[in-house]
């Protein structure tokens, strides 16, 4: 597609539920990125994959969060139990390239999640 | 660990001014800095990328400076309107290819 789409652009759930969130990146963009935007707080990395390599996981805040990214192409994430704290915008960008680019991100518009 | 400071926090001006948004970066071993402007309630548009090895990236109204030596970039927006009204973050991508962002400005252009 022209842009990453991501979706629901907005999600309420109750506490303890789980949710999938989708992103859907620009066609032959080898990196796809999750970030989360806390009310008043800066974006937060989460996860990041790179074509067939193992993603970095790194940046997910607890084990009741994973992320998967089926063909190369689309990816979900996971957040199990979900916890008020979890409330925030989380954002997906791709990239041409691979781990060390020159390239720019792409950002999509957000998934808005709030837990109730 | 990189750490990205935006000054001002906010600012507020009458429209025609121009606008000089501030950034800076503990660490120069960067490859790139991106400049993204967010809507409240979107995600973020990307407005200039300055890639390590250039000094300014120009598009339209808007021109943004890099120093890496000194951490430092500045965004220009020349001729203010209201529709200029957003936050404005910058981030930067070391070689670790994630990108550290700044906390914004959010910048309000009164009519």
């Known amino acids: 597609g022209a842009g990453v789409s991501q979706s629901p652009s907005n999600k309420v759930t109750e506490k303890g539920k789980d949710v999938e969130l989708r992103c859907d990146p620009i066609?032959?963009?080898?990196?796809l990125y999750w970030y989360r935007q806390s009310l008043g707080q800066g974006l937060e990395f989460l996860i990041y994959?790179?074509?067939?390599?193992?993603?970095?996981k790194s940046g997910l805040p607890s084990d009741r969060f994973s992320a998967e990214r089926t063909g190369g192409s689309v990816s979900t994430l996971t957040i199990q139990r979900t916890q008020q704290e979890d409330s925030a915008v989380y954002l997906c960008a791709s990239s041409l390239g691979g781990p060390v680019t020159h390239y720019g991100y792409t950002f999509g518009s957000g998934t808005r999640l709030t837990v109730v | 660990k990189q750490e990205v400071t935006q000054i001002p926090a906010a600012l507020s001006v009458p429209e025609g001014e121009n606008l000089v948004l501030n950034c800076s970066f503990t660490?120069?071993?960067?490859?790139?800095l991106q400049w993204f402007r967010q809507d409240p309630g979107k995600g973020l548009t990307s407005l200039l990328l300055i890639q390590s090895s250039q000094r300014e990236q120009t598009s339209g109204r808007l021109n943004a400076s890099l120093d890496k030596s000194s951490g430092r970039s500045t965004l220009y927006i020349a001729a203010s309107q209201p529709g200029d009204s957003a936050t404005y973050l910058c981030?930067?991508?070391?070689?670790?290819?994630?990108?550290?962002f700044g906390a914004g400005t959010t910048v309000t252009v009164r009519a």
């Open positions: 994959f790179q074509g067939n390599s193992a993603p970095d």
């Open positions: 066609s032959g963009h080898t990196a």
């Open positions: 981030a930067v991508r070391g070689n670790d290819y994630k990108l550290s």
């Open positions: 660490d120069s071993a960067i490859y790139n």
